[in-house]
């Protein structure tokens, strides 16, 4: 049964020419909760190999921006919507990354996650390096979200995630968190959406 359901969505991604099936679990959250709209501008964390990118451009449309960045370098994400892609081969953890995510857009309307840590094995580590991730995230969306601003974000589930899940409730008007359908449920991996960005 697993293994037809991602054999579904690795099929789909194909046909839709996505590079990888990861893009669903932005698109069912953004079908239910509405994270992007047309013209906004988008920052994509962990943008390789660019499903994510690709798809916010579809929905941004022509008036918008996607700027993704990723410790694997991009040559180019293949452009399937009509916003400006651009991918930035940089590490999210060092501290020029604000000022070089700024040169592109002083704000952003929307911040998405979909990094991963290099699993071990060791489920408390792993976790451990994924809320590290998280937190750099939310902190990056802290300086570079507008008011009112979107932030959706991949975590595993397990110790301190519940402290995470507040800090991000702390920060916006609506917080919940998401299981999408494309992602495998013995999975950990959850999704944290925050609408509504509180300056």
């Known amino acids: 049964m697993v293994k037809k ?16 099936r990861s893009v669903y679990k932005l698109v069912e959250a953004h079908e239910k909760h509405t994270i992007l709209k047309s013209g906004d501008k988008v920052l994509d964390l962990g943008c390789h190999p660019g499903s994510w990118s690709l798809y916010s451009a579809k929905i941004v ?12 370098n991009e040559k180019k994400i293949q452009q399937a919507g009509k916003a400006k892609i651009i991918a930035i081969f940089a590490d999210i953890m060092a501290p020029e990354t604000i000022p070089l995510l700024a040169e592109y857009a002083e704000k952003f309307d929307v911040v998405i996650s979909d990094m991963a840590p290099k699993t071990t094995g060791n489920k ?9 991730l998280c937190r750099q995230a939310l902190f ?17 589930e397990g110790e301190d995630f519940k402290l995470f ?6 920060k916006f008007e609506f917080a919940k968190i ?3 359908k494309s992602s495998r449920k013995e999975s950990r991996e959850v999704f944290v959406l925050g609408k509504g960005f509180m300056q």
Do not use: M
């Open 124 to 132: 408390w580590s792993d976790q451990q390096h994924s809320l590290d």
């Open 61 to 72: 449309g022509p008036s918008g921006l996607v700027v993704g960045i990723d410790l694997k």
């Open 140 to 156: 990056l969306a802290d300086q570079l979200l507008k008011t009112g601003g979107n932030f959706y974000c991949k975590v595993f």
């Open 178 to 180: 998401v299981k999408p």
């Open 165 to 170: 899940f507040e800090s991000v409730r702390e």
């Open 5 to 20: 359901v991602q054999d579904y969505y690795f099929k789909k991604a194909k046909k839709e020419n996505y590079p990888a």
